[in-house]
């Protein structure tokens, strides 16, 4: 299994930023992806970025520009720069994680999820 420890959620005023950071452990070796989601109450959990294992990465159009996703592979930590935070960014943010398993099979890891407000 993996764990995914999340922190760096909080409030903040439109225009400030914010890091997140999601620390993996456990079966680590093989994993593929990391990325983060947002969920808004009553809403589908939503790609906000991802990056692979050879670095690729990958933005939900409403953050380009805005946020930064990077991981320190000494860490096994992956961040999410947060600028110029808007209003309605405000969600709970996960940590995901993708492995392939000895069963060839692909295998989904979650964190608890980590607030974020903005507002003024």
């Known amino acids: 299994q993996v764990q995914l420890v999340e922190s760096g959620g909080g409030s903040v005023q439109p225009g400030g930023s914010l890091r997140l950071s999601c620390a993996a452990s456990?079966?680590?070796?093989?994993?593929?992806?990391i990325g983060w989601y947002c969920q808004a109450p009553g809403k589908q959990r939503e790609l906000v970025a991802t990056i692979t294992r050879d670095g690729s990465l990958n933005y939900a159009d409403s953050v380009k520009g805005r946020f930064t996703i990077s991981r320190d592979n000494a860490k096994n930590t992956a961040y999410l720069q947060m600028n110029s935070l808007r209003p309605e960014d405000t969600a709970v943010y996960y940590c995901?994680?993708?492995?392939?398993?000895?069963?060839?099979?692909?295998?989904?890891?979650w964190g608890q999820g980590t607030q974020v407000t903005v507002s003024s």
């Open positions: 995901n994680a993708r492995r392939t398993g000895s069963d060839y099979t692909l295998q989904n890891y």
């Open positions: 456990g079966s680590i070796f093989s994993i593929t992806a």
